[in-house]
């Protein structure tokens, strides 16, 4: 909680440095009113730089996203390259944005890419500015093509309207994982007042230092991903039709540049959310992850055009849902972790064809998170390459690949179930542009054997065996309730163990990332990093279920994973599914108790 006096400083220290005169007049509008809760918001805890960069709603203070905290944030991340690569003015630093506005504080995320290029081209560093708005993939792309120290990206993907963010990639074109995210911050700490120059956004229309990779880069990338081409004349020739939605986002022209360098006709667009919109007037929440409620207007379209399969962009274009329309007449929406099914296959099924012998097998992997379905590791273990699971999120991905591709393998395929897909070697991080193209590919050449994505998916499980997978969440907006329920697990019902039962399910191990502690290893310590900042516990059941419940680094929520693995052969998918719901009503009964715990479910 801030005290007055602390308020008092900030708002002070604001008033002396902030020169957007919009977040400046609210600023003082609110202080001369005495609107000591609206000023809370502002000022309440600052930003925390992370792994993820920041996030935030857009507005006036040190707890939002604005012109002055852009600067604040790219002053640290300066001082640090600069620290880190004494060729950073040689090398340089590329900057991406998104579509997102924010009209009442004069905020979008194309301004604070200005001014992010205004704080390092006043120190000397070179900054390759895309001109216009662009996928969040191009920036990782870019950091490796042109050997760069560092990328960054304005971006808040798929949350609500009202945030932006700022997220940063390395010089091996991963996202930055530790110890960079606590060193930035610190060096943001450091250099909180503006520099004489950083408000000077003229300098970015004038100086030498400034350049746009724009249609360099996009002639690149999309060279690049032909590479993943393998059936032009399947795709020249297919019969399926395509819609795609970037739902009010980045995506259109790039996800149509990407299908037409693969052979195929121009998937036919949803006119009313092909187009940027910082309102994304047509959905509640921009997210395609949510199914069906982002995708009505999609299924309408694809209806009327006789098109089946869909493919959906999240605002930035790192993230692609896809449908299917099946031979009943419904729409199918696959969950992320069946398309990492679909596109895993594929992908090697593809590798196996251009390399058959099987000596090439022992430097290939694919990679998932830790919270995603295992069917990689089935795939793996059966055709004899390498699976490797990370902690949650591509930023471990990212640099796992690129440990191991450095080392001379072959990274195939990574994804994560929150749809997110790295299918290529030369994005380090999820790609919903390149996805789409290699999705459409299969399906079309699926297609010409009579066979769907949803009848190729039960061909993949009935040879690899059946993972089937839930996935929700509870709100929580009490940090106190959520500690308070994790540690009931580590001390269940005040036996100071963790529980040996969930219901009638048995437990056979338990990991804790937050603790770090692993029942199945012999030390009884975990392989995965841990950490404390996080809450994170895997169940294990004697069924074959795992279960993993978890925090959110970026929103209030609690969110649980729940996976029945079965073995290949005459499993019953129907009796697998039963056995996992009620899996995951007993965890929600007796691990999370939302009634006891005040906790709202994801369905409300």
């Known amino acids: ?69 852009i600067i604040q944030t790219t002053q640290g991340l300066c001082r640090y390259l600069e620290k880190t690569f004494p060729d950073v003015k040689n090398r ?49 792309f870019t950091v490796g093509e042109l050997k760069l120290c560092a990328g960054i990206m304005v971006t808040a993907s798929h949350n609500p309207k009202q945030d932006n963010g700022y997220k940063v990639y390395w010089e091996n074109g991963a996202q930055i994982i530790s110890p960079h995210d606590v060193e930035i911050a610190n060096a943001i700490d450091e250099n909180v007042e503006p520099w004489p120059e950083s408000w000077n956004v003229k300098l970015v229309d004038r100086s030498p230092l400034v350049k ?28 399926l039709k395509f819609v795609h939605t970037s739902v009010h986002g980045v995506g259109h022209e790039f996800v149509q540049a990407a299908m037409k360098s693969f052979g195929f006709a121009p998937p036919i667009a949803v006119p009313e959310q092909k187009d940027p919109d910082p309102e994304f007037p047509t959905v509640k929440y921009p997210n395609p992850e949510e199914g069906k409620e982002v995708l009505t207007l999609s299924f309408a379209l694809a209806d009327k055009e006789g098109a ?3 493919l959906a962009n999240d ?40 390399n058959p012998e099987p000596s090439g097998l022992k430097n290939v992997y ?61 994005v380090l991080d999820k790609d919903g542009v390149s996805a789409a193209a290699i999705v459409a590919e299969m399906a079309s050449f699926l297609a010409c054997k009579n066979i769907t994505l949803n009848g ?55 990991r804790d990332l937050t603790t770090g502690y692993d029942s199945s290893q012999p030390n009884k310590k975990p392989v995965l990093p841990t950490s404390k900042s996080s809450q994170m516990i895997t169940f294990t059941f004697k069924n074959g279920c795992a279960a993993t419940l978890r925090t959110s680094g970026t929103e209030p929520k609690i ?21 996992l719901n009620d899996l995951v009503n007993a965890l929600v009964e007796y691990f999370f108790q939302p009634e006891k715990n005040g906790l709202t479910s994801q369905s409300h």
């Not at 590329?94 to 200005?114: K, L, M, W």
């Not at 990274?411 to 299918?423: D, K, R, S």
């Not at 969110?559 to 056995?579: C, F, H, Q, T, W």
């Open 456 to 510: 190729q998916l039960k061909a993949i499980y009935e040879e690899y065996g059946y993972h089937i997978t839930k996935a929700s969440y509870f709100i929580c907006h009490d940090p106190k309730t959520t500690e308070k329920m994790f540690e009931n697990l580590r001390n269940y019902n005040g036996t100071k163990q963790y529980p040996k039962t969930c219901g009638k399910f048995e437990i056979s191990d338990i």
């Open 212 to 239: 746009d990779p724009l249609e360099n880069m996009n002639n690149k990338y999309l060279q690049s991903i032909q590479k993943h081409c393998f059936y032009r004349d399947i795709n020249k020739r297919t019969k």
């Open 1 to 69: 909680m801030t005290t007055n006096d602390d308020l008092d400083r900030a708002i002070v220290q604001w008033l002396e440095w902030d020169k957007n005169p919009k977040t400046l007049a609210e600023v003082r509008k609110q202080n001369c009113q005495g609107n000591f809760e609206q000023l809370e918001k502002y000022f309440g805890p600052k930003m925390l730089f992370g792994t993820a960069g920041i996030r935030s709603v857009m507005g006036p203070g040190f707890s939002c996203m604005n012109d002055l905290t």
């Open 559 to 579: 969110k649980y994973y729940v996976e029945i693995r079965a073995p290949p052969g005459n499993s019953d998918p129907e009796k697998l599914k039963e056995e």
């Open 92 to 140: 340089g630093v590329v900057i991406g944005f998104d579509a997102r506005a924010h009209t009442p504080s004069g905020s979008s995320s194309r301004r604070f890419a200005q001014y992010a290029a205004t704080v390092l081209i006043s120190q000397g560093i070179p900054v390759y500015l895309f001109s216009q708005i662009t996928p969040t993939p191009f920036v990782p």
């Open 308 to 310: 089946a399969v869909i």
């Open 366 to 426: 694919m990679l998932s998170s830790t919270v995603s379905s295992k069917i990689l590791q089935a795939i793996a273990l059966k055709e004899g390459f390498h699976f490797e699971e990370t902690l949650t999120g591509f930023k471990w991905m990212g640099n796992k690949a690129k440990e191991l591709i450095d080392k001379g393998n072959k990274v195939l395929f990574a994804f994560e179930e929150a749809i997110g897909y790295m299918a290529t070697e030369f």
């Open 315 to 354: 605002p930035d274009a790192d993230r692609l849902a896809v449908a299917e329309k099946l031979e009943c007449g419904v729409w199918k929406v696959f969950s992320g972790n069946e398309l990492g099914a679909l596109l895993g296959w594929w992908q090697f099924t593809c590798w196996k064809k251009q």
